[in-house]
């Protein structure tokens, strides 16, 4: 099977979303439009294979090449660092990465003065990496789960989490203080793949370039 092609795609909406544009440039699964508790999907004509997997392990899977393409958000991207191909912006799943904290502390507080300070965040690597850049010492408490709660409940005053519509941090009590990154869904390619299957893949991000780049002109 060494001709096929392989993707890992986060189960939910990326997934959905991600078919659709590849049903743009004619790679479709039939088979994954059936309900089943599957997790590998097949098109035999086409010769790809389709693998749905947590969104954090996306890279993993593309990185030690059971997958040979994978999407994912650039969230994950950030955080994970992996050695990995990001050739194509598929420009949807947008939200941002920010700095919030209670709209009460606001008031009084000036991020420029912050020298030592607690945040809660699924996001430890970016977040150290963003506030060692400006000097500021950190304490990283690591969650799971709704980052919102830790300020409601004294664990942290600060907060790294995504954000898209700030609804969330609106209806807690929350404002935001930075922006660290826009993040956007992005196609990423083992680089051993990119290799050994240049042909189908060069043809595969040439027409994903060319179907994001119209929808973006039709925008404007």
């Given at each position: 099977?060494n001709?096929?092609?392989?993707?890992?795609?986060?189960?939910?909406?990326?997934?959905?979303?991600?078919?659709?544009?590849?049903?743009?440039?004619g790679?479709?699964?039939?088979e994954m439009?059936?309900?089943?508790r599957k997790?590998?999907?097949?098109?035999s004509?086409q010769?790809?294979?389709?693998m749905?997997?947590?969104?954090?392990?996306?890279?993993?899977?593309?990185?030690?090449g059971?997958?040979?393409?994978?999407?994912?958000?650039?969230?994950?991207?950030?955080?994970q660092g992996?050695?990995l191909?990001?050739?194509?912006d598929?420009?949807?799943?947008y939200?941002?990465?920010?700095?919030?904290?209670?709209?009460?502390?606001q008031?009084?507080?000036?991020p420029?003065n912050?020298?030592?300070?607690r945040v809660?965040?699924?996001?430890p690597?970016?977040?150290?990496?963003?506030?060692?850049?400006k000097?500021?010492?950190?304490?990283?408490?690591?969650?799971y789960g709704?980052?919102?709660?830790?300020p409601?409940?004294?664990?942290?005053?600060?907060?790294?989490?995504l954000?898209?519509?700030?609804?969330?941090?609106?209806?807690?009590?929350?404002?935001?203080?930075?922006t660290?990154?826009?993040?956007?869904t992005?196609?990423?390619?083992?680089?051993?793949?990119?290799?050994t299957?240049?042909?189908?893949?060069?043809?595969?991000i040439?027409?994903?370039e060319?179907?994001?780049?119209d929808?973006?002109?039709?925008?404007?």
């Amino acid at each position: 099977m060494n001709d096929w092609i392989t993707f890992a795609l986060p189960k939910g909406r990326i997934l959905e979303d991600s078919m659709e544009l590849f049903a743009r440039i004619g790679i479709t699964c039939p088979e994954m439009s059936e309900k089943s508790r599957k997790l590998v999907f097949e098109n035999s004509e086409q010769k790809f294979r389709f693998m749905a997997v947590r969104a954090t392990d996306v890279p993993t899977y593309v990185e030690y090449g059971c997958a040979d393409l994978g999407v994912v958000g650039k969230d994950t991207l950030l955080e994970q660092g992996k050695d990995l191909y990001e050739p194509v912006d598929m420009k949807f799943g947008y939200c941002r990465l920010v700095v919030a904290e209670p709209k009460d502390l606001q008031a009084d507080d000036n991020p420029l003065n912050w020298s030592n300070i607690r945040v809660a965040t699924k996001y430890p690597n970016v977040t150290e990496r963003y506030f060692a850049a400006k000097g500021i010492q950190v304490e990283l408490i690591k969650l799971y789960g709704s980052i919102e709660l830790a300020p409601l409940v004294g664990l942290s005053e600060r907060i790294v989490d995504l954000v898209s519509t700030g609804g969330t941090l609106k209806a807690n009590g929350m404002v935001e203080v930075d922006t660290i990154a826009e993040i956007t869904t992005r196609l990423i390619v083992n680089r051993a793949s990119l290799k050994t299957k240049h042909q189908r893949i060069g043809k595969i991000i040439a027409d994903l370039e060319k179907v994001v780049g119209d929808e973006v002109r039709i925008s404007q």
